[in-house]
């Protein structure tokens, strides 16, 4: 078993200790449920969730990696185009939310990263370089899938606090990490895991600012990264955009953060940091 890689090794930008990438899900479920409620939640994420935090985005400066289902680029052209046309990235998301990859055999897995990626192509010109599975799970086939298809990242489980670079028959993909332990998720803050009642637009912005604060503490004494997520049918509500506006200026304060998307970042790992594992 390998032992933990020397941080002295790690190169980031010149004055950049903490990469931030900024990551937006924009879903859709083929499968519809009994009332039909998922699919309003998504609706409006993708009519006018999505093209708030595109605005807030703007306003703060930043670009972020949009994690996209396939259906929502069919459903939806204007949107990823407009995604594109304002600089972000883009990452599969699986064609269909209600259709987990993880359970497909590896000839169905290949046709959904296949069709998802070629929807978004289609509907943008942009064709995807990262990938991030329905519920972030992946089968034990998804990695090499996605190297072999010309992935360049994906992001679905924690290998360790940085990324690291898996070489499968010749071909290179970065794994990026979620850090579970320290991720933002807003769905736990408006009470939609079960877990706990809905937190006041405070009260979220006061755990985003700690974990900043925190992160920055950290990376002194080695780089880290941290993967910030904001579904756009939540986030992009009226009230949590401008929350979600207070968090990136807040964040883009700092001098020694380094707001990156998925994309920039698997590309400088492979350049500077790229021992395989």
Same mark, same amino acid.
Not at 181 to 188: A, G, I, V
Not at 192 to 220: T, V
């Given at each position: 078993?390998?032992?933990?890689?020397?941080?002295?090794?790690?190169?980031?930008?010149?004055?950049?200790?903490?990469?931030?990438?900024?990551?937006?899900?924009?879903?859709?479920? /083929?499968?519809?449920?009994?009332?039909?409620?998922?699919?309003?939640?998504?609706?409006?994420?993708?009519?006018?969730?999505?093209?708030?935090?595109?605005?807030?985005?703007?306003?703060? /400066?930043?670009?972020?990696?949009?994690?996209?289902?396939?259906?929502?680029?069919?459903?939806?052209?204007?949107?990823?185009?407009?995604?594109?046309?304002? /600089?972000?990235?883009?990452?599969?998301?699986?064609?269909?939310?209600?259709?987990?990859?993880?359970?497909?055999?590896?000839?169905?897995?290949?046709?959904?990263?296949?069709?998802?990626?070629?929807?978004?192509?289609?509907?943008?010109?942009?064709?995807?370089?990262?990938?991030?599975?329905? /519920?972030?799970?992946?089968?034990?086939?998804?990695?090499?899938?996605?190297?072999?298809?010309?992935?360049?990242?994906?992001?679905?489980?924690?290998?360790?606090?940085?990324?690291?670079?898996?070489?499968?028959?010749?071909?290179?993909?970065?794994?990026?990490?979620?850090?579970?332990?320290?991720?933002?998720?807003?769905?736990?803050?408006?009470?939609?895991?079960?877990?706990?009642?809905?937190?006041?637009?405070?009260?979220?912005?006061?755990?985003?600012?700690?974990?900043?604060?925190?992160?920055?503490?950290?990376?002194?004494?080695?780089?880290?990264?941290?993967?910030?997520?904001?579904?756009?049918?939540?986030?992009?509500?009226?009230?949590?955009?401008?929350?979600?506006?207070?968090?990136?200026?807040?964040?883009?304060?700092?001098?020694?953060?380094?707001?990156?998307?998925?994309?920039?970042?698997?590309?400088?790992?492979?350049?500077?940091?790229?021992?395989?594992?």
């Amino acid at each position: 078993m390998s032992t933990r890689r020397d941080i002295s090794q790690i190169s980031f930008p010149p004055g950049k200790r903490l990469a931030v990438t900024v990551h937006f899900p924009v879903e859709w479920w /083929g499968q519809r449920d009994e009332d039909d409620q998922k699919n309003y939640y998504h609706e409006y994420g993708a009519k006018v969730g999505a093209w708030r935090l595109l605005d807030v985005f703007d306003r703060a /400066g930043i670009k972020g990696t949009c994690h996209l289902s396939g259906m929502v680029a069919e459903l939806f052209p204007a949107l990823v185009r407009e995604i594109v046309r304002r /600089g972000h990235d883009v990452a599969g998301h699986g064609y269909d939310q209600s259709n987990p990859q993880r359970l497909a055999s590896p000839e169905e897995e290949r046709a959904v990263v296949r069709k998802t990626l070629g929807a978004i192509e289609n509907a943008s010109g942009f064709r995807p370089r990262g990938w991030v599975c329905t /519920g972030r799970r992946i089968s034990k086939n998804t990695v090499r899938i996605l190297a072999e298809e010309g992935l360049l990242w994906h992001s679905n489980h924690d290998r360790g606090d940085l990324p690291s670079v898996v070489e499968i028959d010749g071909k290179r993909i970065v794994d990026c990490p979620i850090l579970r332990y320290m991720n933002f998720d807003e769905r736990r803050f408006l009470g939609m895991d079960g877990k706990g009642p809905p937190q006041s637009c405070k009260q979220i912005f006061e755990f985003f600012q700690s974990q900043i604060d925190a992160l920055r503490g950290a990376a002194e004494y080695e780089p880290l990264c941290f993967q910030f997520g904001s579904h756009a049918y939540l986030l992009g509500l009226p009230a949590y955009s401008w929350v979600l506006q207070q968090m990136l200026t807040y964040a883009t304060s700092f001098a020694d953060i380094w707001l990156v998307t998925s994309t920039e970042f698997a590309r400088y790992w492979l350049e500077t940091n790229a021992p395989t594992t």
